[in-house]
């Protein structure tokens, strides 16, 4: 019998049954928080409306304030009081419930199409949330557009240089080296009295072809697509030095020739850059320029001992947006570290192998 009662006794629970959750006290705030958040700014800002005319029309029932005709001087001040309280709490309730859309606004006003990869950060409230994420969109649709317009209009101007450095070397080009042999021999033949002009005009041809040269360097980087990028980079510190007097250090790893043009131009170019800003702006600055490559990305280093750039007052000139846009055609990143009196860092990394590939 007790076996039979134990059996049948259905005042204890089976054992099998679920266990009873446990209540926490301290998720009522959090659930009223995230309600609050839910709702949408229109609700908001009538809620806080509501609740502060209420509260007005509250205290002005309980309390014993009056207002006659002509109105008292008491009555006045009581009126003022209370108008400016009732401003006052509305202020501070409508200043809460719009603070989240002037952190926004200025989260919006930081992200720069020059820095890609700065992005909102998710919102809880549903208006807000659905902003960033309409934010984030189109900020990703303009660093795409932008940096395909640019590797589109950069790829046309290279190969119009190009073809422009073509033309020049073998039509100007050819006419100055046959004008200037033609000089030559006239200068040796010529009569005493012609052979100073004769002379003078020779090496006038020979300084105008010097030029053209160097213009011609200048549209197309010399050895860049036959000797590779090391070597290119060498010839330009090589021709810096001797142009402008500027001394130059550098430290270059070999890159492989197989590795992206554009990638490889787009160093080239910001390292010319760089060098060219610091002949102009420190022209007694000593300058290190080092290049290191490694599987996945290649680290070009220009940085000078020159009075440094003024970060009070930072202004991007052409020359930081030509090399930021640069930067932006091939996925990499630059950074400027400067300050007045310690001299300038530029920072290339430019993404390579199945980086590059991710990135573009």
Sequence with gaps: MGCGAAEYDDSSPPTNAPPTPAIRHDSAPWDGMRRWQSISLFWKVFSVNAIVVTAAGVILVLTPATVSSPVTLR?????????????????ALMRRAFAPLSRLTAGMASVDPLQPGVRLEEHDDPELGTLVTSFNAMADRLESERRLSTARLLTAQED????IAGELHDEVGQ??????????RFAVEAHDAIRGDAQAARELARGSLEQLRGLVRGLRPPGLDELGLTAALTALTRQVSEQTRLPVSRD?????????????????????????NVARHAPHAHVTLTLSATSDHLVLRVSDDGPGIDTANPVDGTGIRFMRERALMVGASLQINSAPATGTEVKLTVPTGDRASARA
């Design 75 to 91: 009555e006045a001040a009581t009126v003022v009081a209370g108008v400016c309280a009732v401003l006052v709490v509305n202020l």
């Design 160 to 163: 119009e240089r190009r073809r």
């Design 175 to 184: 006419h100055l080296t046959a004008l200037l042999l033609m000089l030559d």
């Design 252 to 276: 270059l790893d070999r890159v492989p020739l197989d590795i992206d043009p554009a990638a490889a131009l787009v160093v080239y170019r910001i390292a010319q850059e760089c060098l060219t």
